[in-house]
Structures are given as C-alpha cells and as structure tokens.
C-alpha cells in the first residue's frame, strides 16, 4: 500500500541536531530539483515582498526568515515535523511496533519544497506551499510533476494507493496507467477541519491492518468497522475510485 498525505502548515522543529543532509533522503532523483527549490525559496524569503510571493501572513516573520537557514538548521524526522488536525488524529508516537513499522513503510507525505518524503526523512521545518509560484521556477506543482512522476509511480509499484491529499498537492502527481486503477481517494463531507481529522484516522487505522488490503473493495471492507465507507467507482480508467468515509 501507498497512502498519500499532504504536509501540514504547524511544524515542529529541533534546537539542535544534525542540519539537512540532501544526499540522505528517499527519492534521490529528487535531488536537482530539491537545490533548485530551496536556492530560490531562500533568496524570495531575503526579499521584503516575501510573505506575499509565499502567500502567507506577514506576522509569519520568523517562519519566513527560517525558509532562509533550511541548509545548516536542525533537521526532524517528518515523523515529528509535521502537527496540526491530520497528524494530531494520525498519532504516529502511540502507535504500537509493528503498526509503525507500517506507517514508515506505507506513507509518503508530498512536500512544496522537498517533493516527497518518508516517515523517517529528516528535514528542518519550512514554509512553502505547492500552490507558490515561485520566482524563477514557476508554480511549484508544474516543476514537480516530472520528476515526481518516475518516482511515485515506481514507489507505487503493483500496490494500493490511497489518496489523503488536498487537490493542491494532488496537482503535483496524477496516477496513470494500471496504478490509476489501483487510486482511490479518500473523500470526507464536510468542514476542512474535519476532512482532515477524519483522513488522518483513516490512516491510523490502515496502519493497524494486519492484512495489507490488494484491491479497493478489500480497503471498503477492511475500514467498515470504524468508518462509514462508500466506495464509488471512477467514470473512467484516468480518474481514482471515491472512498467517501465518516467516522462512526
């Protein structure tokens, strides 16, 4: 299984520690255009219309002048970067052995300004999103989808991929092919901050699984216990199967 999330805004970082280490992350064929972003993230981040290139808060001071130091700052294993709803509900740090052992292996968290990232990457914690035009290198979703193409797709190899992401980093990597016909994205109705709750307990829960689910109908069956789940099937081979969940 593959299970696709999205990073989050809140981030946790480290006072001290080793600084980011590019050459030692998932996904090396990342590596160019991971330079290039952060080389044009810090020089946007130096200039005084930085928080309206980035789309953020201009009281976002200190996150800002961070984006500047990403190469020599602490790096945190994204196991315990990211905060916020989805990781709050996710709570990687209770979960037992052999279900961590899962997370670390089944999870990839898109990133604005590293791509993609496992569980036990370690990165310093920045601010960036994929919906940034960013100078010099254009919206961030375009630059990626080549090189995040080969990459998810071999990760993805004959698995399940099971889709948490929000439509911004969704634009980043679309599956194609027969891994199409294995995408199912989890859908949740209702307010942000519960879809985002909610797909971070999906993911707890899939974790847990002693049975990797193979198919779309197996993920329905294996999550009905604790969710309600329809499963919709795509109006064509290109688009995902729709797994609309509420939490019982």
Request: with cysteine.
């Amino acid at each position: 299984m593959l299970a696709l999330l999205p990073p989050s805004e809140s981030k946790r970082g480290r006072s001290r520690g080793a600084a980011l280490d590019l050459a030692r992350l998932s996904f090396p064929a990342l590596s160019a255009t991971r330079d290039a972003v952060l080389d044009a993230l810090g020089e946007v981040s130096a200039r005084p219309d930085a928080a309206t290139v980035l789309g953020v808060s201009p009281n976002l001071t200190d996150d800002i002048a961070r984006n500047a130091r990403l190469r020599t700052a602490p790096a945190t294993p994204v196991g315990q970067l990211y905060t916020g709803v989805l990781y709050d509900a996710l709570d990687l740090a209770s979960l037992d052995p052999a279900a961590l052992r899962r997370a670390r292996r089944w999870i990839l968290v898109q990133s604005a300004a590293f791509g993609a990232l496992r569980l036990g990457d370690k990165v310093p914690p920045y601010r960036l999103s994929m919906g940034v035009n960013l100078p010099g290198l254009g919206p961030l979703a375009g630059l990626w989808r080549e090189p995040l193409e080969a990459e998810l797709t071999a990760a993805a190899g004959r698995r399940l991929v099971v889709d948490c992401r929000s439509s911004t980093y969704a634009a980043a990597w679309t599956p194609r092919g027969a891994v199409a016909r294995r995408w199912v994205r989890i859908e949740v109705p209702g307010a942000t901050h519960n879809a985002k709750h909610t797909r971070g307990l999906v993911t707890r829960a899939l974790c847990q699984f002693d049975d990797e689910p193979t198919t779309p109908h197996a993920l329905r069956e294996a999550l009905q216990p604790s969710f309600e789940a329809d499963l919709v099937e795509p109006a064509s081979e290109a688009r995902p199967w729709s797994l609309r969940v509420t939490a019982r």
